[in-house]
C-alpha cells in the first residue's frame, strides 16, 4: 500500500479496492457519489471485522482468557490508530462514541450541563449540520444559556467579522464545522480555535468531513473537542469518536452509566473509571472499532494530502463539466477553496426529479436538505441535489453525472 | 426499468390542470411534506355536496404536481362522498406508474390535502402511510 512520495493516487486501481463496485445498478456500472452522507468500506476493513469475529472474538476488558486479552488487545490498538492519525498526544483522548452525532451530544450533556447557566452563549454558525445545532439547542433550554450564530457570505465562507463581534466574555463554547458538508467550504480551524480561546471560550471542532478528506493534527489546531464518524472515513457504521484534551475529559461528569465506565459501585454511589473508559459504558462496539483502524491503516497508506490532492483535482474537474449544463447554480464557494462536495440547482427541477432521473443512469447523488436547513434557508433554497466525491471517483464518473445532467434539463426544458 | 418520468406525467407537470387563485372557495386545505418541501394547497367550490369547481396551488417535484394535476381533474364534478374511498390505489392508477415509499409520499400528499380540504381533518398518517 505504501506509495513513493511524489507518485499521486489511481482512483481506477483504488476502486479495485472496493467489492460493492463489482456490481451493476439498473444495468450500469455504479456511480458513487453520495459520501458525504457515507463511504464504501474497502476488502481490508471487512476482512479485519470478518477475521475478528471469526477467530478473536470475546468481550473486551472483561474476560481473564486469551481471547479477551487479544481481543481487547484488538480494541485498543485501534484507539493508538486513531489518536496517531489525528496527531492526539494519547489515546486516552479518544473516546469512542457511536458517531458524530453522539460525540457532539456526549459533550453538551456532560460539560454544556455542568458549566453553561443563564446569560452564557454558546456559538455556531449558519452551515453546520443538524448534529451542530439541535444539542446545543437542547442545553441551551435547558440551561438558559444563549445559542448564538455566526453568519455565513454570500459566497459560502464565515463572516469573520461577524465572528469577531459575536465571540465575547460570555461566549463559553464555540462549536463548528471543519468542512461544511452542503457547501464543501473549508474552514481555517487553527484560526477559528485561536478566537475562540482569545475570549476564553472551548472550542469544538465538527470533523465529520473533514477527517476522512483532509489531513487533521488536533494539537495544530489546538482544538479542544473534534468529533468524527467512522463510516464516512471507510470504516463501519455503529462507530464514531470523541477527541478531547485530558484534562477537560477528566472533569466533565459521566455521559451514560453501566458497566466498565465505573471503578467501584455500592448500594448508595460509584466512583469512575479512569478516561476514556469513563465516557464508555457497556460494552463498546469493539469489532466496529477494529474496522475503523483498518480504514485508519487503509487511509493512512494512502496519505490524506495525497487523497485531499486526488479529490481537488476532481472538484476542479467537476465544477468546470457540471458548468457546461444550462441552468446549472453550484452553491458555496469556488473549486479552490472547498472539498470534494458539489451542491447544486438545476433551474426549478425539484432535486428529487434529478436524483431520481440520476438513479436510472445508476448514479447515486443525495436530493434533499441534507440535514442542514439553517444553510438552506441562507440561500432561500428548500432543497438542493448533492455530488459529493472521495478516492475511488474517477473523471469518468464525473463525465457520467454530467451527460446524465444534460438530459435532465433537456427532459424538463423540451 | 419503470419510466419515473412518462410522457403524460411530465405534461402534467408542464402543463398542470387547474392550476391557480379561486376567489371565495368554499373549502381550502394547505399541507407541507417537512422532509422535502413539498407544499400543496386545494380550493374547492361545492353545490349540493358535489365537487363544482376545484383549483390548487402548490410546489414540489414532477410526482406531487402530476398527482395534484391528476386528481385536480378526476374531483370535478364528483360528489363530496366519493372522494373518501380514494386511497393510494387512486393515485397510482392515475399516475400509472409503480412507486418506492419515499416517492409514494410524493404522490399522496396532495390526495391528503384533497381530502382534507374535503372533509377537514383526518386521522394524522392515515393517508400518507405506505403500508
Redesign the interface.
Known amino acids: 500500500m505504501k506509495l513513493a512520495e511524489s507518485v499521486s493516487l489511481d482512483p481506477y486501481r483504488l476502486r479495485e479496492d472496493f467489492p460493492i463496485f463489482s456490481q451493476k445498478m439498473h444495468g450500469k456500472p455504479l456511480v458513487y457519489l453520495d459520501n458525504t452522507a457515507s463511504a464504501q468500506k474497502p476488502r481490508t476493513v471487512i476482512e479485519a471485522m470478518d477475521t475478528m469475529y471469526r477467530e478473536v472474538y470475546a468481550n473486551v476488558h472483561r474476560g481473564i482468557y486469551e481471547l479477551s486479552e487479544r481481543a481487547t488487545q484488538m480494541y485498543e490498538d485501534a484507539r493508538r490508530k486513531v489518536a496517531h492519525f489525528i496527531h492526539a498526544r494519547s489515546r486516552r483522548e479518544i473516546v469512542f462514541v457511536r458517531n458524530t452525532t453522539e460525540a457532539i451530544n456526549l459533550v453538551a450533556y456532560t460539560w454544556g450541563l455542568a458549566n453553561l447557566r443563564p446569560g452564557d452563549e454558546v456559538l455556531i454558525t449558519e452551515m453546520e449540520h443538524h448534529s451542530n445545532i439541535v444539542p446545543w439547542q437542547l442545553i441551551c433550554q435547558r440551561t438558559g444559556a444563549t445559542l448564538r450564530w455566526v453568519p455565513i457570505t454570500e459566497d459560502g465562507h464565515l463572516n469573520m467579522e461577524a465572528l469577531d463581534s459575536l465571540l465575547g466574555e460570555h461566549t463559553r463554547i464555540f462549536a463548528f464545522t471543519a468542512m461544511s458538508n452542503v457547501l464543501g467550504t473549508i474552514n481555517p480551524v487553527a484560526e477559528l480555535v485561536r478566537r475562540a480561546h482569545a475570549v476564553g471560550a472551548l472550542a469544538l471542532v465538527d470533523g465529520a468531513q473533514s477527517v476522512p478528506h483532509l489531513p487533521t493534527d488536533v494539537q495544530a489546531w489546538d482544538a479542544d473537542f473534534v468529533a468524527f464518524s467512522s463510516h464516512k472515513m471507510l470504516g463501519p457504521t455503529g462507530i464514531g469518536v470523541l477527541y478531547a484534551k485530558r484534562h477537560l475529559l477528566e472533569g466533565m461528569p459521566p455521559f451514560m452509566g453501566g458497566g466498565e465506565m465505573i471503578r467501584e459501585v455500592t448500594m448508595t454511589h460509584a466512583t469512575w473509571n479512569e478516561v476514556p473508559y469513563k465516557f464508555e459504558a457497556g460494552t463498546p462496539a469493539f469489532v466496529e472499532a477494529v474496522g475503523l483502524g483498518a480504514a485508519v491503516d487503509y487511509l493512512s497508506g494512502l496519505g490524506m494530502d495525497r487523497v485531499h490532492e486526488l479529490e481537488q483535482a476532481l472538484v476542479d474537474y467537476a465544477y468546470e463539466r457540471l458548468h457546461t449544463v444550462e441552468g446549472l447554480r453550484i452553491i458555496g464557494p469556488g473549486p479552490k477553496e472547498r472539498g470534494g462536495v458539489l451542491s447544486f440547482t438545476l433551474d426549478d427541477v425539484h432535486p428529487h426529479d434529478v436524483a431520481a432521473i440520476l438513479d436510472q443512469e445508476g448514479i447515486a447523488v443525495r436530493a434533499g436538505h441534507h440535514c442542514a436547513q439553517p444553510i438552506h434557508d441562507r440561500y432561500d433554497l428548500v432543497a438542493t441535489t448533492r455530488a459529493s466525491f472521495y478516492i475511488y471517483n474517477t473523471r469518468e464518473d464525473v463525465d457520467r453525472l454530467t451527460a446524465a445532467l444534460h438530459r435532465v434539463a433537456h427532459l424538463f426544458r423540451g | 426499468?419503470y419510466d419515473?418520468?412518462a410522457e403524460e406525467i411530465?405534461d402534467h407537470y408542464?402543463f398542470p390542470r387547474n392550476k391557480g387563485p379561486m376567489d371565495n372557495p368554499d373549502r381550502v386545505y394547505h399541507d407541507r411534506n417537512p422532509?422535502?418541501?413539498?407544499e400543496v394547497t386545494f380550493m374547492l367550490k361545492v353545490r349540493d355536496g358535489v365537487v363544482e369547481d376545484v383549483k390548487w396551488e402548490g410546489?414540489?417535484?414532477?410526482?406531487s404536481m402530476a398527482s395534484a394535476s391528476m386528481l385536480s381533474e378526476e374531483v370535478k364534478g364528483q360528489p363530496l362522498e366519493a372522494l373518501r374511498n380514494w386511497g393510494k390505489e387512486k393515485v397510482l392508477e392515475l399516475l400509472g406508474i409503480p412507486l418506492s415509499p419515499t416517492?409514494l409520499k410524493?404522490a399522496l400528499l396532495p390526495l391528503k390535502v384533497l381530502q382534507v380540504a374535503a372533509w377537514g381533518t383526518r386521522e394524522e398518517g392515515e393517508v400518507t402511510s405506505n403500508d
Open positions: 426499468m419515473l418520468y411530465l408542464k422532509f422535502c418541501g413539498d410546489r414540489g417535484c414532477t410526482i416517492r410524493c
